[in-house]
């Protein structure tokens, strides 16, 4: 069984920054996007930013400018750099790995933005 195991996430103060990591357990084959979601209680859950294997990127508009998302794809990973964090940005954070037939979700990450 496949699973994706996150890391990273934690309390931080605004304009903080926090780096999450997720990795693959084994070496998946296939995998065209790899991304970061996040969903905040009684809301949809919302693409932050995720990358094709060409390197490709898309962002969410509210994390523009302040977000990095990179990949490993040698050691099946996916990494989020948050920079300037904002309380907005508080969310239980999902890793995600699309292929060809299949997505793998992580097990969520809270982040927490606060003073």
């Known amino acids: 069984q496949v699973h994706l195991v996150e890391s990273g996430g934690g309390l931080v103060q605004p304009g903080g920054s926090l780096r999450l990591s997720c990795a693959a357990s084994?070496?998946?084959?296939?995998?065209?996007?790899m991304g970061w979601y996040r969903q905040v209680p009684g809301k949809e859950r919302e693409l932050v930013a995720d990358?094709?294997?060409?390197?490709?990127?898309n962002y969410a508009d509210s994390v523009k400018g302040r977000f990095t998302i990179s990949r490993d794809n040698a050691k099946n990973t996916v990494y989020l750099q948050m920079n300037t964090l904002k309380p907005e940005d508080t969310a239980v954070y999902y890793c995600?790995?699309?292929?060809?037939?299949?997505?793998?979700w992580g097990q969520g990450t809270q982040v927490t933005v606060s003073s």
């Open positions: 084994r070496s998946l084959l296939s995998i065209n996007t």
């Open positions: 995600n790995f699309r292929g060809r037939l299949y997505t793998y």
């Open positions: 990358m094709g294997s060409s390197g490709s990127t």
